[in-house]
Structure formats: structure tokens, C-alpha cells
């Protein structure tokens, strides 16, 4: 089971898309400092806690520990990075880790990440 700790959360960035779909999954900073989705292996602003529309208050987990989806299986132990929907997958070569999977997780899952402080590039 997968477990939060927050840490620090912003809630004054506001979403630059419809993100109801989209809570527990990294997201970036987009243009005019909004918050979308973080693509295959960009760096990502944290985790999104909440499931705002377009316009409305992001609130994103940027340290501490959250749940995030995973979009594939991930091993305990693994760095993760964002896959193109913003899940988390097992970090490659060339992706910016965002974090340590704290247990496994299945493809859908939800996986405890702690999350690393404007990540790591792999």
C-alpha cells in the first residue's frame, strides 16, 4: 500500500489544461507559469494532488513522499521518471529522475515516490 508524507505543496499555480483525470501524475510548468502534464522523461515540477480544470488551483506535492501512478511495472528501490502521460516508469537513460519508488507497483498501480527536489538526470 502505497502511503503519502507530504512535504512542501504549491496550490498557486493554476492548471493550464483540464487535469481532473490527471491527480497523482507528474506534472510541469507550462507557459505563463502554468501547470500541465510532464511528457517521457522531462523534468517535472511534482506530483499533482488534486483534479483541477483548466484555470482552476493545482495543488503539486514538490517534496516529501506521494503517490503517483505508475505507467508500467516498477521494482522497489527504482529512480522513476515521467512516461508521456505523466506516470511514473522506471527512469532511463536521458530522463530527469524524479524520484525513488519506495515499493513496487503494477502498470495502474499506485507507487510511493519519494520525491527528488528538481530531479536527476539518468
Known amino acids: 500500500m502505497a502511503y503519502e508524507i507530504p512535504g512542501f505543496a504549491l ?11 490527471s491527480q497523482f501524475k507528474f506534472v510541469k510548468l507550462a507557459a505563463d507559469n ?31 513522499t506521494s503517490k503517483v501512478v505508475a ?3 516498477i521494482v ?4 522513476v521518471a515521467a512516461d508521456a502521460a505523466g506516470d511514473a516508469v522506471t527512469a532511463a ?12 507497483a503494477a502498470d495502474g498501480d ?7 527536489n528538481l530531479g ?3
Open 76 to 79: 522497489e528501490g527504482a529512480i
Open 34 to 64: 502554468k501547470v500541465a502534464l510532464a511528457g517521457a522523461g522531462e523534468l517535472a515540477l511534482g506530483a499533482l494532488q488534486n483534479k483541477p480544470i483548466a484555470g482552476e488551483a493545482a495543488n503539486v506535492m514538490v517534496n516529501g
Open 11 to 21: 496550490g498557486t499555480r493554476v492548471a493550464a489544461a483540464d487535469l481532473s483525470s
Open 71 to 73: 505507467g508500467d511495472t
Open 110 to 116: 499506485i507507487v510511493e515516490v519519494q520525491l527528488v
Open 93 to 104: 537513460a536521458g530522463a530527469w529522475g524524479l524520484g525513488l519508488a519506495l515499493n513496487g
Open 120 to 122: 536527476l538526470q539518468v
